[in-house]
């Protein structure tokens, strides 16, 4: 089991950067490969980015790359999303998600643990 405990959003202005963290609980972390989605009011969740496990394969969402980095630390059970030149359009609510597999996917199907989200607002 995993448990998974997002931080980091909040309110900023379009450009701005922010960094997301997500703690995790349990003996598998450093076993699993991580994702983040998100989901904004009144659409379906959405691939951000995802990193297998031992941080040699990331995946990026067309729309975030070059400006969004995942990274992780499997000796604090974290894993990060360092978020660069925010827009309007990406103000959502972003879960990190495990799955008990090496490798990163994009599909949330394929992913066995969710955070609770954390809230990004992006200001025009």
């Known amino acids: 089991q995993v448990q998974l405990v997002e931080s980091g959003g909040g309110l900023v202005q379009a450009g701005d950067s922010l960094r997301l963290s997500c703690a995790a609980s349990?003996?598998?972390?450093?076993?699993?490969?991580m994702a983040w989605f998100r989901q904004a009011p009144g659409k379906e969740r959405e691939f951000v980015a995802a990193?297998?496990?031992?941080?040699?394969?990331?995946l990026y969402a067309d729309s975030v790359k070059g400006r969004f980095t995942i990274s992780r630390d499997n000796a604090k059970n974290t894993v990060y999303l360092q978020m660069n030149s925010l827009k309007p359009e990406e103000t959502a609510v972003y879960y990190c998600?495990?799955?008990?597999?090496?490798?990163?996917?994009?599909?949330?199907?394929?992913?066995?643990?969710w955070g609770q989200g954390t809230t990004v607002t992006v200001s025009s």
């Open positions: 990193i297998s496990r031992n941080d040699g394969y990331r």
């Open positions: 998600a495990s799955r008990n597999d090496v490798n990163a996917t994009r599909s949330t199907n394929d992913y066995d643990y």
């Open positions: 349990g003996r598998t972390f450093s076993s699993n490969a």
